[in-house]
């Protein structure tokens, strides 16, 4: 299928919401689409291993969006080309919201990674407060331990490292999550952070989206 049709124009500000904040976080970044059926699932990963030797967890990002008719969908495109195509409908104000795929399907080093699709049990609840505070840690970490002129694998450990630890022996959820959560916008002031688990994973939900990272080896 060449194209998808979103129910309305507030799923289609909420869409270009949503990709606008991944974009800020990886703007090279690509965002995986799939639907079977009216919901369109749309991933990105704003931290993701890049080679070998990149110990970085992979922390992917998901909102759902409700389409107004049953696509089949399964691609990867550039996060920009899906922001240009929600642009030009917003300045078209033609009252349909059709997107058309891009042509060509792009591939990524997360692509191949898949969460689990069941099995999923409620595991815990953190507070927002705390998860903001665990992300902006992180940054402040980066910032003071990463020297601007120091690049590539040096630097990609040491991401790793600070995103890869968990933030409590008892849910593993690892730091990038809390980054990728709070930088996806995911979450309001004070409310909890619901956490699941399934096959060791982990995932933190609310009514914005989900975040999903395998289950932290080491605890901050």
């Not at 992300?135 to 590539?152: F, M, N, Y």
Request: no cysteine; hydrophobic share 45%.
């Amino acid at each position: 299928m060449s194209h998808f049709t979103l129910a309305d124009e507030q799923t289609a500000r909420d869409l270009q919401a949503y990709l606008v904040r991944a974009k800020r976080l990886d703007p090279e970044g690509l965002v995986k689409l799939t639907a079977f059926g009216k919901v369109l699932a749309a991933y990105v990963a704003p931290i993701f291993a890049v080679g070998l030797m990149d110990e970085s967890p992979t922390i992917i990002g998901l909102r759902t969006s409700e389409l107004i008719e049953d696509a089949e969908i399964d691609t990867m495109v550039p996060i920009q080309s899906i922001l240009d195509r929600l642009a030009k409908l917003f300045d078209e104000a033609v009252g349909e919201y059709v997107i058309e795929i891009p042509p060509s399907s792009q591939r990524a080093a997360w692509a191949g990674i898949n969460a689990p699709r069941s099995g999923w049990s409620e595991l815990d609840s953190i507070k927002e407060q705390e998860l903001t505070e665990i992300a902006r840690s992180g940054i402040k970490e980066i910032q003071d331990t990463l020297p601007t002129s120091v690049g590539g694998p040096i630097a990609a450990r040491i991401r790793g490292e600070i995103w890869g630890r968990g933030v409590s022996s008892q849910t593993k959820v690892p730091t990038g999550a809390a980054f990728v959560l709070a930088g996806l916008g995911f979450m309001t002031e004070g409310e909890l952070v619901a956490v699941y688990e399934a096959d060791r994973w982990v995932r933190l939900s609310t009514e914005f989206g989900h975040v999903l990272a395998r289950q932290a080896s080491r605890v901050i």
